[in-house]
């Protein structure tokens, strides 16, 4: 799998500096500058969980993020009651009171000013999550890179944790040609089963690297790629692969000329459309290749899941 994965890379790194054909072609060369970030969703999570938001998404104001109040007080196990403009939550000894459209209230009595008011939208109350979250007695991180605020314990938990582990036979028509990669290392068997995951189950750690979310970003000539962040180091990060719907094993190397350092975080970028397609397998219409046909977004070279493949649910569709 590794070698597999070193020729990969140098057959994407000899193709940085070709023009490409056909669609995206004015993309090339690779730059960071010519990506184009949209703003990521802020999650929340709850001991490293996310939490689930159905209908109302949380959103920053003023340097504040409010979420539905209903929500949040349930997950962190607060008693919720509205009257008029009033909310009240409590929880064990501590009774939060907030009014709607004002900056004032109160913790067990005692006044406090908030930075944002407690406010409607859509028919949805929504609340400053960081002054109610400390009111309950549960500590608070905002994490800028990731847009995460994390709530509680910061443990993340293994991938073997969090996936469902499962029969590889519905995964072997994708393998077909490329069945070696279900190799499992040193043993002389092929995987018997694979790790399947959904985005709900970030994040998670990883042979000793935490992967925390992924994102699609556009450049500026069109094309689309996968943004991971992680903690992964390293010169060369771990590949990612995609399990079409016409039942074809996609190779995408990084490409680590877009890498990403920002403290201990490392974001690194995969392309949607490669000309490995057209290397492995002929496929001359590569450059019109889209995720949104894509049934699994693969994690390469498992080394700590005793070589069984690591499948996520296409995130994209």
């Known amino acids: 799998m590794k070698k597999k994965m070193i020729v990969m890379f140098a057959a ?8 490409a054909t056909g669609a995206h072609a004015a ?9 184009i970030h949209t703003p990521l ?7 490293a969980r996310k939490i689930t938001f159905p209908d109302a998404r949380p959103f920053n104001e ?21 009257s008029g403009k009033d909310i009240t939550i409590v929880k064990g000894t501590r009774t939060i009171k907030l009014t709607i459209g004002s900056r004032e209230g109160n913790v067990n009595g005692k006044p406090l000013i908030l930075n944002t008011a407690a406010k409607v939208i859509g028919g949805r109350t929504f609340v400053p999550l960081r002054f109610v979250s400390e009111a309950l007695g549960v500590a608070v991180e905002w994490d800028n890179v990731n847009q995460f605020v994390w709530i509680g314990s910061k443990d993340i938990p293994k991938l073997e944790d969090v996936a469902k582990l499962v029969d590889i036979k519905p995964f072997l028509p994708y393998y077909k040609g490329v069945e070696n990669l279900l190799d499992i290392y ?9 790790y399947v995951l959904e985005e709900k189950d970030f994040p998670f750690l990883l042979n000793s690297s935490y992967y925390y979310r992924w994102d699609l970003i556009k450049s500026e000539g069109g094309s689309t790629y996968i943004r991971s962040s992680t903690t992964q180091t390293g010169s060369m990060g771990t590949g990612l692969f995609f399990l079409s719907n016409d ?11 877009l890498r990403e350092s920002i403290g201990s975080y490392r974001i690194h970028y995969y392309k949607e459309a490669s000309i ?10 590569y450059m019109n290749f889209r995720l949104s046909s894509v049934e699994y977004v693969g994690i390469g070279d498992a080394v700590d899941t005793k070589g069984y493949p690591i499948l996520v649910k296409n995130l994209f569709k």
């Open 41 to 47: 969703t802020i999650e929340v999570l709850i001991n």
């Open 276 to 285: 490995s397609d057209k290397n492995n397998f002929g496929d001359t219409n």
């Open 27 to 35: 993309d090339g060369p690779y730059s960071i500058s010519k990506l």
């Open 12 to 19: 994407v790194a000899m193709t940085l500096s070709t023009a």
């Open 186 to 194: 040193h043993t002389g068997t092929k995987a018997t089963q694979a």
């Open 62 to 82: 003023n340097g504040s993020v409010l979420v539905p109040v209903r929500v949040v007080s349930e997950n962190l196990g607060g008693k919720l009651s509205l």
């Open 247 to 257: 039942k074809k094993y996609r190779d995408r190397s990084e490409l680590a000329g």
